[in-house]
């Protein structure tokens, strides 16, 4: 009876560790994503760049126009005491509040020709931004101003000089 009770208590105990070894035990955890709001750019309107009047010389001649608005001359261009429709370009950036995004200016000139004459043309170049080359939306928005430069040839012929094309600006999140 000893030898059975011995048996059965082994036996038992051996059950009962190989249940524990082979047992199963499983979690569940959720799964989710959070859509962001898309980022989005648009020119606000009547804001487009425009350098104003500038009087052409004999030699070639730059204007910087700054985003904030303010231009300058060098060489052979002069800015007018009438200085006609001066404006940085602005756009409006949307989107995900506090998020940070990074901007793309051209890196190709754009050339602007004389709408009367088409054979006189214009290089405008070295665009800037503000903010530079980041920027953060605040409350989901933020205000991008674009200036430039203007390269004048020599006896600049008179007349309005706009792009063919349009440039264009690319916001994308960091």
Same mark, same amino acid.
């Given at each position: 009876?000893? %030898?059975?009770?011995?048996?059965?208590? !082994?036996?038992?105990?051996?059950? /009962?560790?190989?249940?524990?070894?082979?047992?199963?035990?499983?979690?569940? =955890?959720?799964? /989710? #994503?959070? !859509?962001? %709001?898309?980022? #989005?750019?648009?020119?606000?309107?009547?804001?487009?760049?425009?350098?104003?009047?500038?009087?052409? *010389?004999?030699? =070639?001649?730059?204007?910087?126009?700054? @985003?904030? *608005?303010? +231009?300058?001359?060098?060489?052979? =261009? @002069?800015?007018?005491?009438?200085?006609?429709?001066?404006?940085? =370009?602005?756009?409006?950036?949307?989107?995900?509040?506090?998020? /940070?995004?990074? !901007?793309?200016?051209?890196?190709?000139?754009? %050339? !602007?020709?004389?709408?009367? $004459?088409?054979?006189? @043309?214009?290089?405008?170049? +070295?665009?800037?931004?503000?903010?530079?080359?980041?920027? %953060?939306?605040?409350?989901?928005?933020?205000?991008?101003?674009?200036?430039? +430069?203007?390269?004048?040839?020599?006896?600049?012929?008179? *007349?309005?000089?706009? /792009?063919?094309?349009?440039? $264009?600006? @690319?916001?994308?999140?960091?």
């Amino acid at each position: 009876m000893k %030898t059975s009770l011995s048996f059965f208590i !082994i036996n038992a105990l051996f059950c /009962s560790v190989f249940n524990h070894v082979q047992a199963q035990s499983s979690a569940a =955890a959720d799964v /989710s #994503a959070t !859509i962001s %709001t898309p980022i #989005a750019i648009e020119k606000i309107s009547g804001n487009d760049l425009n350098f104003g009047n500038i009087a052409s *010389g004999k030699s =070639a001649g730059l204007v910087i126009l700054n @985003t904030n *608005g303010v +231009r300058v001359s060098e060489g052979g =261009a @002069t800015l007018p005491a009438s200085t006609g429709a001066v404006s940085v =370009a602005e756009f409006l950036v949307t989107g995900e509040p506090l998020y /940070s995004f990074s !901007i793309t200016l051209p890196s190709n000139p754009i %050339t !602007i020709v004389n709408s009367v $004459n088409p054979a006189e @043309t214009m290089i405008v170049d +070295r665009f800037i931004s503000s903010p530079e080359a980041t920027g %953060t939306l605040p409350g989901g928005k933020q205000v991008l101003k674009i200036g430039a +430069r203007l390269q004048i040839n020599p006896g600049q012929a008179p *007349g309005v000089y706009i /792009s063919a094309l349009p440039f $264009n600006v @690319t916001v994308n999140y960091n």
